[in-house]
């Protein structure tokens, strides 16, 4: 399952305990600068954790294998393997303090988050769920107004189809995992080639592979695919899309929750949060800074 944390990755919590029992998900911190999200889905909901200061957010009550985020949509694969898109409520997201209590937008008082009388779907209005694709899919990313996934009706071939579900149509005759979009171009591993990184224009035009790696997670940002080697050690590498200067960023025994966000990467080790930049210098613990709740 695709790893990339700008949708949910990713690595996904069954719950909020999960996360919370994994050290990453719940800090109670104050952010400094802008937020760099990540998202988590789970038979609970939505969850957004932002990289920077470890705040947490309930953003939806739905429950998804996987989901997309834009900034008025969610887009998700639910139980039964199908996409459907959910608008996107900002006035009703819910903040999730350290001590696990939240602030009710139905009554105005705190709760516990694990109490008798809690229960997070509640505090949504009714969720409207809209089908975009009723047959099954996994590997779920977004670029523009396309929807791009592995097709598990047909082999787990790379397919597209409009976030308004029209235009579902054949990108690439390959199975393939760990899907990144960005601009008109797909990166994938392509399974009928031992896992190798392909890219392929949204159209359908112009298949080329990148590298013989076979990544565990795959993301784009400013000209570079970076992307993630798992083995006796989990290996970052980041290399040009015509697959020349390959360059090794960082190794650790464990490296998740990765996301590109300008000149940093941000990504999870040994329950801390890290970043450096996208030449691999500059690695830094970042430092969360208790708030005031």
């Known amino acids: 399952m695709n790893r990339q944390s700008f949708y949910v990755s990713k690595r996904i919590f069954g719950s909020i305990l999960v996360g919370i029992l994994c050290g990453v998900m719940i800090s109670g911190c104050a952010a400094k600068d802008k937020s760099v999200w990540s ?27 996987e989901a997309v985020v834009s900034n008025n949509w969610i887009y998700y694969i639910t139980d ?16 999730i303090h350290s001590n696990l209590t939240y602030k009710s937008n139905v009554d105005g008082k705190e709760h516990k988050l694990f109490g008798e009388d809690s229960d997070l779907s509640d505090e949504f209005p009714k969720i409207d769920e809209i089908m975009v694709n009723e047959g099954s899919s996994e590997n779920l990313t977004l670029s523009g107004d396309y929807l791009f996934f592995s097709n598990l009706d047909d082999e787990n071939k790379l397919y597209k189809i409009k976030t308004d579900g029209t235009g579902f149509s ?21 399974m009928d080639k031992s896992g190798a990184i392909y890219k392929v224009k949204t159209d359908g035009s112009s298949k080329r592979l990148v590298s013989d790696d076979t990544p565990e997670w795959i993301e784009m940002g400013e000209g570079w695919v970076y992307y993630l080697v798992s083995g006796d050690k989990d290996v970052l590498y980041r290399i040009k899309p015509d697959g020349s200067k390959k360059t090794k960023l960082d190794e650790e ?3 998740e929750n990765l996301h590109v966000s300008g000149s940093w990467i941000y990504f999870y080790s040994d329950h801390n949060c890290y970043r450096m930049k996208t030449d691999g210098s500059g690695k830094e613990k970042v430092e969360y800074e208790a708030s005031k709740m």
């Open 39 to 65: 998202y988590d889905a789970g038979k609970s909901g939505i969850f957004r954790t932002d990289m920077k200061d470890n705040s947490v957010f309930y953003i939806s009550p739905v429950g998804a294998n």
């Open 80 to 95: 039964d393997d199908q996409i459907k898109k959910t608008k996107r409520n900002k006035a009703n997201e819910i903040r």
């Open 170 to 190: 054949l990108v690439a005759d390959d199975e393939a995992e760990h899907i990144s979009a960005s601009g008109n171009t797909v990166y994938y591993a392509n």
């Open 253 to 255: 025994d464990i490296i």
